[in-house]
């Protein structure tokens, strides 16, 4: 499996994670774009939240509502529990623009 097929799958597991009533009564009424922009790669991956659902797929829009930039490994490594978005964030290895609301509803889905 290629490092875009292991990145489309790790976010397409966060995304699964609003099949759980209690995560879509969270992300009720949240109609968002989350992009994904990997230092180590030459793709992004989107997240499109809508009508308490997310599809994951290969893209980029001008003016994503939650933008992240990071390297491949370090969203692997947050998906295997082993890195903390939270020390990712802080060290600047993950930088996030965008609603600091978003961004903390967002990552609720990463762990």
């Known amino acids: 499996m290629g490092i875009k097929e292991e990145l489309l799958e790790a976010l397409g597991q966060w995304a699964s994670k609003l099949d759980d009533p209690s995560y879509k ?9 989350m992009q994904f922009n990997f230092s180590d790669t030459d793709f992004s991956i989107l997240m499109e939240f809508k009508d308490e659902t997310c599809t994951v797929k290969e893209g980029s ?5 939650v933008l992240i930039e ?8 947050i998906s295997d529990g082993e890195v903390s978005p939270t020390k990712a964030f802080m060290s600047g290895k993950l930088k996030a623009k965008g609603d600091m609301k978003d961004m903390l509803k ?4 990463m762990k």
């Not at 829009?61 to 509502?65: A, K, S």
């Not at 967002?106 to 889905?109: A, W």
């Open 106 to 109: 967002i990552q609720m889905l």
């Open 70 to 77: 990071t390297s491949s490994e370090i969203i692997l490594g």
């Open 61 to 65: 829009v001008e003016n994503p509502d």
């Open 25 to 33: 009564e969270r992300f009720k009424d949240f109609n968002k774009v």
